[in-house]
């Protein structure tokens, strides 16, 4: 006999699965095989069977079960005075099994043997087939299950342990990190992540990881992190040979090339579609000739794409031992699709690239993803995908590689794709479907399944929704379940199949619930994506959050809600328009939604304030605190809520904006703007304030609208379009509140412009109006005049600017320091004080947190490697201007043509000379497009000193010349 604890119960009898249906037999099972060969006592068994209700012939029926499971089971249950006995031997009961390996794999560890520890430890783990006794009602199975389930994580993180020894932290980090998500206090695993992460050379986001479990501790236990992990964080704050140290870093050791798996787990209760799968698998052999084969799946949502990709790929996982990858692209919801260029981004992370490997330019990325490929033989799911041009980029070149691919649409441009679309199970699939998830009660009733069939319309999602509803309830025949199916109130929904709804389904389920879970469910379809947080769900329904929490977990066992990642909470697509529906026509619909955006608007103005230095947060006025917005204590956590965020916040501001809500249309931009601003989001920050500028005007509020013009105007300069960004501005010089502030910005706009002295008047009169009573607030404008002053070569005054900026920045712990501090150490270096500038652009990396954008990041580097190059350390500083360089491709205009203006001055300098007039002919082509004349002179200069034909050598010097004089910058440029 075999038996089988580690998942759902599982007898074998003779190599037979043994349906064990009735649910006190099953329990009654359980109870003695928790226990194998120890008695169990009678009260005890009646207490795990039912309870505080239990009958007073409880003894005698239990009795009776004993009796049929004896016949079922022959020698397998003994009785004793007390009780009974189930007679077990060591290799029948996998708790044993994998009780036994576990002990010979810590025998192992002990012992130094950690390959035998690793093998052991890995047998033992792998008997796991899902949650222990999962199915099994009852408190005390479900007690004894979360003990197994600690014994499980306690080996788990014991072969974390002996393969971290074995150097295999590279491919422990995607584990690790899912991990991390799912048991958000266990403070070893985060350890283990922490470590894996910093010897990949990681460790900012060790010491994220650290923080993040600081806040966790903390909310959730009011403790403090051991002192293992707290030391471990001490060593991670140790500063690491990077960013130009004066000796090279030691050569990491080689490591085990890592074999990336991120499919998710197969179906447990796969059922149907033989056929399909068979010539699936058949199709799915490696390519030959290195042609990749790619297989795609197309069908409506619900009907099982994603299960069957996964399904087939696990079964063909063996012939690709280079990895089996899963990417969700996202088409259908209303998170924006992946785009291509982050989809290969995902999957060469996935691979194990360095991230600061991974080129930023598109068809460089697409490029480096088909070479890893090449010679390798990897599995591939892409996931919903929107269309052809959505995954082209994503498809290998030569390569003996498989891509599966679902879409709800066809994609009918893959050239040599194999296409299947993807129907409605058949009658007899979906009988197998229903009997394979509940059992003995539907093969008892093969014409009340068939009824269940037919209601649901053959459509797995509402089949798995009606058969895990009737699994829950095993006082129900399923006679009962397709009665209350036939009773459900049909309404339309847009997907249906020969004019029969899942909506029948959903309604079962809807009315199973009580009344507030019922109501929460409503509200949730308020929401504009269908993911979201607890504290969101708990303002669309205005409840405590610890209520709102638990509601959700009743939703999540209904199956109404999925919970992908702890505390966030997502509607498939079919239930977010169902939900969506009951919400219509809910008389609280229109107060949940204000709720709702209040809470965006006040969650996201709160996370965003750090952000902006504490300058004036202009005309935001978010309303009553709400009980339910985060206290946000520092950047690393803003940072974490607004990344996480970000995507709802977008989507509730276009929310406010179909709703006629300008009121919040305005204050939602205005709220994130500084996270825009810092992450160079700047198409986003376009779109959004185009919105609230109208918004605005429909108010007819003219400090809003001057508002919205400021920032508009600002997304407008970030991307490149100075004349937008100057026509904003000039539309509010003379208001009273923002004229000082656009005046100010505008003088930006005309220093990209090359429009130095006016932009020098602009700042003057502006600094006259507003100096000093609140030079704090509009500190900003210290940086561009250090730089106007610095071009124009009135260097005294540029110094005493920057030492200005650098003065009152620290005072008030704000972002203004560090770019005082660049102005200062740009004027060193161009002054020759190579170790002046050295020093101050070391302090600014060592002041810099991520939270700062890669813009600044970048910046810093790129100077920094200007710098150590004019000290003839020339390969950490090429290095460091080549990483700027790479890393600002996609950031704004500006920093990326300083960016390839720098490195090309970098490589010019080592004789490079072909390479640095391809960065320079980079810097100019960006700077003609976005109008940076300044940048135009500086690549000018650049070629023109690169250039072997003296008649164009000299051509391109005149012509920065005369770029320079136009501006008045005082730079020599022809002899």
Known sequence: MRYRLLGPLEVDVAGRRLEISATRDRVLLVMLLLQPNRVVTLPRLVDAVWGDAAPATARAQLHTCVSRLRRQLPGAIQTDTAGYRAAVEPDELDTLVFAQLVADGRAAMAAGELHTARKHLRDALDLWRGPALAGVDSPSVQAAAVALEERHNSALEDCIDVELQLGLQAELISQLTGLAEQHPLRERLHGQLMTALARVGRTADAIAVYLRLTETLDEQLGLAPSAALQELYRNLLQPPAVLGSAAPAPAPRALPIP????????????????????????????????????????????????????????????????????????????????????????????????????????????????????????????????????????????????????????????????????????????????????????????????????????????????????????????????????????????????????????????????????????????????????????????????????????????????????????????????????????????????????????????????????????????????????????????????????????????????????????????????????????????????????????????????????????????????????????????????????????????????????????????????????????????????TILRLLGRTDEAVASARHALAVGRSNGTQLAINGAIELAVIRESQGRHRQAELLLRWIVGQTAPEAGMALICETRSYLGVTLVAMGRTGEGLALLELAARDSEHLDPHIACLAASNYGAGLRTVGRRDEAKAEYARALERAMRAGYRYEQARAYHGLGLCTDDPRLSRQRLQTAADLYKAMGVTERVLD
């Not at 049909?490 to 909506?503: E, F, K, N, Q, Y």
């Not at 709160?606 to 709400?626: F, K, Q, V």
């Not at 509730?652 to 989001?681: E, I, K, Q």
């Not at 990209?752 to 600094?767: F, K, M, V």
């Open 259 to 786: 074999t990336p798996w991120t499919l998710p787990r197969d179906v447990a209760d796969f059922a149907g579609r033989e056929e399909l799968v068979t010539r699936l698998v058949r199709a799915a052999q490696p390519g030959r000739g290195g042609v990749p084969v790619v297989l795609t799946v197309d069908g409506m949502a619900g009907v099982g794409k994603t299960s069957l990709a996964v399904h087939v790929a696990h079964l063909v996982a063996d012939r690709y031992p280079d990895g089996r990858l899963f990417v969700d692209l996202r088409a259908h919801g209303e998170r924006p699709p992946l785009a291509p260029h982050d989809a290969v981004g995902l999957l060469l992370r996935h691979l194990g690239v360095d991230p600061e490997r991974i080129p930023a330019d598109p068809d460089e990325r697409v490029a480096r993803w088909r070479s890893e490929l090449a010679a390798r033989r990897l599995l591939v799911v892409l996931d919903n995908a929107a269309d052809p041009a959505q995954v082209t980029p994503l498809l290998p070149g030569a390569s003996a590689s498989l891509v599966l691919i679902t879409s709800r649409r066809r994609l009918g441009g893959l050239d040599g794709a194999h296409s299947i679309s993807l129907d409605v199970l058949d009658d007899g699939d979906a009988v197998r479907f229903v009997t394979t998830v509940v059992g003995a009660r539907a093969e008892a009733d093969p014409r009340a399944v068939a009824d269940v069939v037919r209601l649901c319309g053959g459509l797995p999602l509402a089949l798995r929704l009606s058969a895990a509803r009737l699994a829950h309830r095993p006082g129900w025949s399923v006679a009962d379940l397709a009665d209350r199916l036939r009773q459900a109130n049909p309404a339309p929904i847009d997907l249906t199949v020969d004019g029969r709804s899942p909506h029948a389904a959903f309604e079962l389920s809807y009315r199973a619930l009580d009344e507030p879970a019922r109501r929460l469910f409503r509200l949730t379809g308020l929401h504009p994506s269908g993911e979201f947080a607890v504290r969101v769900a708990a303002a669309l329904a205005d409840l405590p959050i610890r209520d709102a929490d638990e509601l959700l977990g009743r939703l999540v066992d209904a199956h109404l809600l999925i919970e992908p990642v702890a505390g966030r909470f997502r509607l498939h697509d079919l239930l977010r328009e169902y939900a969506a529906q009951l919400a219509a026509a809910d008389p609280e619909a229109d107060a949940a939604t204000t709720r709702m955006l209040d809470f965006y608007l006040q969650a996201a103005a709160a996370a965003t304030r750090p952000w902006e230095n504490g300058r004036h947060r202009g005309a935001i006025d978010a309303g009553e605190d709400l009980p339910w917005v985060p206290r946000f204590t520092d950047l690393a956590g803003t940072r974490r809520w607004l990344d996480a965020e970000i995507g709802n916040v977008i989507a509730v501001t276009a929310l406010a904006d179909r709703l006629g809500r300008h009121r919040h249309t305005c204050l939602l931009p205005r709220a994130v703007w500084g996270y825009l601003f810092r992450n160079s989001m700047n198409d986003i920050s376009t779109d959004l304030h185009r919105r609230a500028l109208t918004a605005a005007e429909a108010l007819a509020d003219d400090d809003l609208i001057a508002m919205t013009h400021n920032y508009l105007a600002s997304a407008y300069a970030r991307a490149g379009n100075q004349d937008d960004a100057a026509r904003h501005l000039h539309a509010i010089t003379e208001h009273p509140v923002w004229g000082a502030r656009a005046r100010s910005n505008l003088a930006a706009v005309y220093l990209y412009a090359g429009r130095l002295t006016e932009a020098l008047d602009l700042l003057e009169q502006s600094l006259q109006a507003i100096y000093p009573a609140e030079v704090m607030v509009y500190g900003g404008q210290w940086p561009c005049l250090t």
